[in-house]
């Protein structure tokens, strides 16, 4: 069975910082681009930001810029994104996706994970 899996979410102050991987099973996803979207409370699913296969490549959500950081572990075939500055409105769902495309189009992307849950308490 070919997923995507998230780790690394959990319950953060407001200020505080964490650190989410996401990594294939049953098919690792050579030459695909890398993306982290989020679905916070009352909104739709949005992009966060996304890495070329390389690592060469990045694209962020405009304002996140500076506080997120994506990487790409390929010695563990994992892809990261490092959260800084967390605020109450960074809470939700994170969801890992992979699409053959440097994207930033939930649509381009088809597959995802299961999304690991990030609370910010202030």
């Known amino acids: 069975q070919v997923q995507l899996v998230e780790s690394g979410g959990g319950l953060v102050q407001a200020g505080g910082s964490l650190r989410l991987s996401c990594a294939p099973s049953?098919?690792?996803?050579?030459?695909?681009?890398w993306g982290w979207f989020r679905q916070t409370p009352g909104k739709e699913r949005e992009f966060v930001a996304a890495?070329?296969?390389?690592?060469?490549?990045?694209i962020y959500a405009d304002s996140l810029k500076g506080r997120f950081s994506i990487s790409r572990d390929n010695a563990k075939n994992t892809v990261n994104l490092q959260m800084n500055s967390l605020e109450p409105e960074d809470t939700g769902v994170y969801y890992c996706?992979?699409?053959?495309?440097?994207?930033?189009?939930?649509?381009?992307?088809?597959?995802w994970g299961q999304g690991t849950q990030v609370t910010v308490s202030s």
């Open positions: 996706a992979v699409s053959p495309q440097m994207e930033v189009s939930s649509n381009a992307f088809g597959y």
């Open positions: 049953g098919r690792a996803f050579s030459g695909y681009t």
């Open positions: 890495i070329s296969w390389s690592g060469g490549r990045t």
